[in-house]
């Protein structure tokens, strides 16, 4: 049975490990071609073996998604192999986390830079090949940060806010062309990113404990949970959703 992204070109940015590591697994279990686009090189090359052996067609390009030459330098490596993108998960990201009298400026630039500037990137050296193709499924990693404000992480908060809002404007802008583009925005997920979050909130008096996040959100997320929401978004099966943000955090954002 052909899987749901059968026929696709996917790139997934931050693809080599974490949340976009089970998305590039995923991805290419339901038929895609994946490029995987990450700074990781020995992650991501070996995950693109590993996937290689297993029957798959994926190819890993190195990258920082800040960077608009390793940008379209390495999309273009990956057209090059696979062939023209038409799926796009924008999942690179980082986290700053302190108190806010103790940012920087370059604390800012660099947060903003990996979290909203490289979705800028990514997609700007993508869309042309979606539009020549006359569609295209863009998928971009906000958080439950985007509306729910946590302490010591007001950087973080505005670049999530700010990936929800270029989500929706992408997906006004192109609707017409055949393009969609959607938000997913996880809740606390285990991952090396996920816990170094709730460490680095712990050491500053937040309580994000097991059950803290039990009460919040039943449990924490697995990146498999993410992949799954991504791949949904990506594919066919959502062709009339656009625009939108996906919580997938467990009913965080219900209470």
């Known amino acids: 049975m052909a899987g749901r992204l059968a026929g696709k070109v996917a790139i997934i940015s931050g693809g080599a490990t974490g949340c976009g590591g089970a998305a590039s697994r995923l991805f290419a279990a ?3 071609a994946v490029g995987i686009i990450d700074r990781n090189v020995a992650a991501g090359q070996g995950l693109a073996e590993e996937l290689v052996a297993a029957g ?6 190195k990258a920082d998604v800040s960077s608009k030459a390793e940008v379209e330098g390495a999309v273009a490596a990956v057209v090059a192999e696979l062939g023209p993108v038409n799926v796009l998960f924008n999942h690179a990201g980082t986290i700053v986390i302190k108190p806010f009298l103790e940012t920087e400026e370059e604390d800012w630039d660099f947060l903003f830079d990996v979290n909203v500037k490289s979705m800028y990137l990514m997609t700007r050296a993508v869309l042309p090949h979606m539009l020549a193709q006359g569609k295209g499924a863009i998928v971009c990693t906000s958080s ?4 729910y404000a946590t302490p010591m992480e007001v950087l973080y908060d505005a670049t999530k806010g ?11 802008e192109f609707r017409d062309k055949g393009i ?8 606390f997920i285990d991952t090396p990113h996920g816990q170094r979050e709730v ?9 994000v ?3 803290a996040i039990k009460a919040a959100q039943g449990r924490f997320g697995q990146p498999e949970d993410i992949a799954r929401a ?10 009339f959703i656009t625009g939108t943000q996906l919580f997938v955090d467990g009913g965080f954002s219900a209470v």
């Open 162 to 172: 700010a990936c929800h809002m270029f989500a929706r404007a992408i997906a006004v």
């Open 180 to 187: 969609r583009c959607n938000a997913i925005c996880p809740g």
């Open 30 to 32: 339901e038929g895609a």
């Open 209 to 211: 404990s097991e059950a």
């Open 230 to 239: 991504a791949l949904y978004l990506a594919s066919d099966d959502a062709e």
């Open 144 to 147: 439950i940060s985007a509306v």
């Open 199 to 207: 460490d680095l909130l712990t050491k500053y008096g937040v309580d």
């Open 56 to 61: 798959h067609r994926v190819v890993f390009a």
